[in-house]
């Protein structure tokens, strides 16, 4: 089964973070009922991937101000059909930050979300059951703007609020200040 490695994460975030069982239980239970999870025409939601990445001295985040949906988030995007989320994610990342010198800290989950995209054109609203994953960047931080981006920074973990007051994204930049 494809899907058996994601569920086996799933299984090891639940046993790490217990708190947030109602979140991975429901993303769980949609993988599972979802054989087409990781594919975008699945009209319900789809599997994503995208890390929050740190720069070398693990002081800062990059966050990329999302052109469609105008905020500020950490890089990632849709699988098509990619059940490897590592990969979707790193891969997400290289794209949309052109940063080539990205390695994960773990392989394991750092985050799960699952947030409703608004109808947008000729897509109707769904969720994203969004893989996140921690990733450093090794290199010198040099990043290029893609196209899906009105911009790129990086953000000093401590003024994270100038930029986006979601509770997701304080959670991830909570989870990796306790990692320090």
């Known amino acids: 089964m494809h899907r058996q490695p994601l569920l086996d994460l799933l299984e090891d975030y639940l046993m790490r973070h217990p708190a947030e069982g109602d979140t991975t239980l429901r993303f769980r239970d949609f993988v599972k009922r979802n054989p087409l999870c990781f594919e975008r025409r ?8 995208s890390a929050w990445i740190l720069d070398a001295s693990g002081e800062k985040t990059l966050l990329t101000h999302h052109r469609k949906l105008n905020l500020w988030l950490q890089p990632g995007g849709h699988a098509d059909g990619n059940s490897d989320v590592l990969a979707v994610a790193m891969q997400e990342c290289l794209e949309e930050t052109g940063l080539n010198s ?5 392989r ?6 699952i ?11 769904h969720y994203h059951y969004d893989v996140r994953f921690l990733v450093r960047d090794t290199g010198e931080g040099a990043f290029i703007v893609s196209e899906e981006s009105h911009e790129l920074a990086w953000v000093p973990l401590e003024r994270l609020e100038d ?3 979601e509770w997701s994204m ?11």
């Open 42 to 49: 699945l009209a319900a939601g789809h599997v994503t991937g």
């Open 163 to 165: 930029y986006t007051i």
């Open 115 to 125: 947030h409703r995209i608004p109808a947008r054109q000729e897509d109707p609203a």
């Open 102 to 106: 990205l390695v994960p800290v773990e």
């Open 108 to 113: 394991g989950i750092f985050d799960l979300d």
């Open 170 to 180: 304080r959670r991830m930049r909570d989870k990796a200040l306790r990692r320090q």
